[in-house]
């Protein structure tokens, strides 16, 4: 499988995060925002931004004399099982925070040897997840996750999944040409969120946001009820802003 290349925001924003983080471990025992700066080559506001958020999700603590040394956050990640389940951890909560934020369900989902997973979800009795009526492996074409993943793939991994997963017609919104579908995938900005406009399912709305780490495809998703539809956009955007920090737990 070949991905084609990634997006920009909030990508880089973990690329230069992760730069922060490299030189925060260096030094043991307090770093300034100037040396960081200096290392890392990264000006003072956006430095100061990024630091903000790292402190805000555990990852570094600034000390009695103002320098930034690794947080427990990063600590209590560690290696083995400790890491997975340290991670896993880490990003629930952040799903958790991103579904109080949005007010709507959200899942993490990903694309791993040429099928659609989904492998976590922040739900709760306010804000319920999607019946998953037709398998989420089979109905690719028809739900924001499943076209949101396949966006982030070549034409040829497209094609494969498709021949494998055949198109079929899920509501009347559903699309149901192959060549339609191609093309919209193709005409997908890589910034805007992957709408389902009951594509899927009736009487619900999803939006998914890419989120790639490493060679997996990956993204964030969310789902609301047809009567919450109208406000289906600015809940997506809210999730596209605010990716980064589930991006950095996948990244690290």
């Known amino acids: 499988m070949a991905l084609k290349p990634e997006p920009t925001a909030p990508f880089h924003s973990v690329q230069y995060a992760l730069r922060v983080l490299e030189s925060v471990s260096q030094h043991g025992d307090g770093v300034t925002d100037a040396q960081i700066s200096r290392e890392t080559g990264l000006p003072a ?25 690794i947080g427990a956050s990063l600590l209590l990640l ?46 709760g009795p306010l804000t319920p997840a999607v019946n998953e009526w037709v398998d989420f492996r089979s109905s690719a074409h028809a739900s924001a996750v499943g076209k949101c993943l396949l966006g982030q ?27 339609v579908l191609l093309s919209k995938l193709d005409a997908q900005p890589a910034t805007v969120p992957v709408l389902d406009l ?7 709305v999803c939006a998914a946001v890419p989120l790639t780490a490493g060679a997996t495809a990956g993204c964030l998703a969310l789902s609301l009820p047809i009567e919450d539809a109208h406000r289906l956009r600015e809940a997506a ?15 690290l």
């Open 78 to 123: 560690g290696s083995g099982a400790a890491r997975r389940q340290a991670l896993e951890g880490r990003l629930q909560q952040a799903l958790d925070q991103l579904r109080d934020s949005v007010g709507a369900a959200v899942y993490l989902s990903r694309y791993v040897d040429g099928e659609i997973s989904v492998t976590q979800v922040a739900d």
């Open 45 to 69: 506001g956006h430095l100061a931004s990024l630091l903000l958020t790292l402190r805000r999700e555990g990852y570094v603590e600034q000390v009695s004399d103002g320098a930034y040394v």
């Open 237 to 251: 955007d809210t999730l596209n802003r605010r990716a980064a920090p589930v991006l950095l737990s996948l990244a």
């Open 198 to 204: 009951q594509e899927y399912a009736v009487g619900t």
């Open 153 to 179: 793939l070549d034409h040829e991994a497209r094609r494969d999944h498709l021949s494998r997963h055949k198109i079929a017609r899920l509501t009347s919104r559903t699309i149901t040409s192959e060549k």
